[in-house]
């Protein structure tokens, strides 16, 4: 909307139009809009004085506008400033001071604005139609958007803090993300579903939102409420931005049910006034309105084609309405208490109710065929949605909110509540299931085997509360910490000494058993030696003995010999035996002396072997018990290392749980730290912007001023003109008069 820089658009207004233009003809600015401009409106607004920088005598500079900008937009009345203003639609009215121009003058400015502006009948429209709202959806219902519109970062600020639960009166998913928007007092919380994390709070001032809604493309949220008894709007924000986009509707009751079209092109709103209420939302204003219901509507919504609209009242009744033009197209008769919700089946050929009579009942939309029937809940169907794959999700006051396929057969049940249930929600994008009752205890379930996920806490506290909650938290957490990481600490080094003595003792009985090796392995070459020399000393002694006796026998024969030869000196042959005898005693007695030595050498060696021998055999009874000694050692620290293994671990484990926890709580002041300065930087941000708005609206006022002290001096100026213009007549009376008399023709 343009900032209302007031110039003299007014003048051009104050034409009244003489001309009308009938049939098919062409509405052009040199036939019908010029001719009157520069009747009424050329004296000011001419290329040479253009009050207002306004030149309405050329079409090239009427369609630049005036110093406000431009005046037109071409295709669309309801957007160009100068229909507005002549409208009454925008401030300051024109004509200033004056009625609204007739019905039959504003259609003419209408239609030619509406089909393109154009200069004279060779002129062909060049602008298009401008949609309602420049956010169409670009594909059917069911198929994901190539952009799938997400939520900026958002203040998570509540706007009204509670410490006792409330039940949620709606819950709403995204249809193409895992987002959930809840109604709490005078806000609306946003929840990622796959987190179970608060992403945003949008605030509704209005009260309490009764229904809340995705657009069939997921870039729109609708909120409608209020205050009982008091008032009633819709509002919708732009999931992209997080701001508010429209607002609709003045009830004076609150509103229960409402819904926007697939296009965003309609918002349908309903409650205790028994009327359903359509409004156009690119002008904001009420395209037609429904009287037929007897009693509070409850529940409303348009087919995924935005073809049709359905409604229901607390009496039962349902009706099923033309969406564009409000006529009745059927009547869907059945329910017999209040219906508590409507939705349709992705492909716009079902409609499926709800009623407090416990039923759900499906409804073919072709002839208003019931095709199915079946008791839902007892005690009634407190809410109720088709899923985009097709199957059904309810809740009621049975407590349970329950899962079923379009033959009424039950798929799964969801319980675990503690009152009655209140509304419901089934994410696609998740295939999760929410529910929620009176007690205002929520659930989160996995809609494939109905496994409990959580329970979302729906009164969030304060920002500072939070922080000041985990400052506390951490500090606490810290205090414990340091105890477990003496203790960890001591563990980890009693653990760490228990494995390197360990270490050190295997090492050592490793050492002891290469030594003892060795020393077996000496001491049986030892023995072996010992044997061996035995055995030699035993073979010498044979031999000398064998020498020892021999000796006798032949020094005897040499002694006999001798004698012989001294019977016989002569005798060669003895001669020669007793020289044979002599060399033969001295050869043994050389043997002797021989194998005598030999004998005290091995003797000498065995008593080295032996003493060797003695000294191996001690040394391995040492190792031997130095082993077991080692090995019971070993064995007794293996025992003792699973009891302190484990020990250490449940020591590392209560640190490192605690050090987590302390973690998490500085990862959470963290959070809410940075969540503060994110408040106050939008804060000052939000209260710069209002600075700035409010020099304009300043700067507004100043031009409203100068234009009326503008509008003073022009009627000043014209009375002068005027005034100068009789005495210019009076003084041209007298001429004419001397001239006469003169005879001057």
Partial sequence: MKNPVIHAIGFLVTVLFSATVTGQEK????????????SKCASCHNG???????????????????????????????????FQLVNHDEEPIMPPKSDKLPDKQLKLISDWIDNGALENKKSVSTAPKKTKIVMATESAANKRPAVVATFPRLPLEPVVTSSRKTAVAAMAT?????????????????????TNQLIGVLPFSEGQANVLKFSRNGSLLLAGGGRSGASGKVVVWDVKTGKRIITVGDELETVLAADISNDHSLIALGGPQKMVRVYDTSTGKLEYQIKKHTDWVT???????????ASGDRNGGVYVWEAETGNEYLTLKGHTKRISSISWRIDSNIVATASDDVSIRLWEVENGRMVKNWGAHGGGVSDMKFSRDGKILSCGRDRTAKLWDQNGKQLRAFGNLTDIAVSCAFCCETQRVLSCDWAGEMRLFQAADGKLLGSPAMNPPKVADRLAHWTAQKAELSKKLQPLKVAAEQSAKQFGDLKTKQTAEKTKLTQTQTKLNQTNGELQATKKLVTQTQTNI???????????????????????????LAKLPGDATLQNTVNEMNKKVQAIDAQVTNLTNQINTGKQKLATSQSKMKQLNTAATQLNNSKTAITQTVATIGKQMPTASQRNVAAQKAYSDAQQQVNAAEKQMQRWQNEIEFLKKLNELKTKLSAAQKQVNDAAVVVTQRKKELDTAEQNYTSAKTVAAQKQQAVNQVENEIRTVQGIK
């Fill in 27 to 38: 509405i052009t600015f040199d036939d019908h809009i010029k001719p009157v401009f520069r």
């Fill in 48 to 82: 040479d004085k253009k009050s207002g920088g306004l030149d309405v005598t050329n079409y090239t500079n009427l369609m630049q506008g005036g110093n406000s900008g431009a005046v037109i937009e071409p295709g669309d009345a309801s957007d160009s400033y100068l």
């Fill in 174 to 194: 995204n249809p193409w993300s895992p987002i959930v928007a809840i109604s709490s007092t005078k806000q609306i919380l946003l929840m990622n579903i796959q």
């Fill in 299 to 309: 529940s409303l919504e348009f087919s995924p084609d935005g073809v049709l609209l």
């Fill in 538 to 564: 035993q073979n010498l002694q044979k031999q000398l003995t064998a020498q020892q006796q021999a000796r006798p026998l032949v020094a005897e024969s040499l002694s006999k010999a001798k004698l012989a």
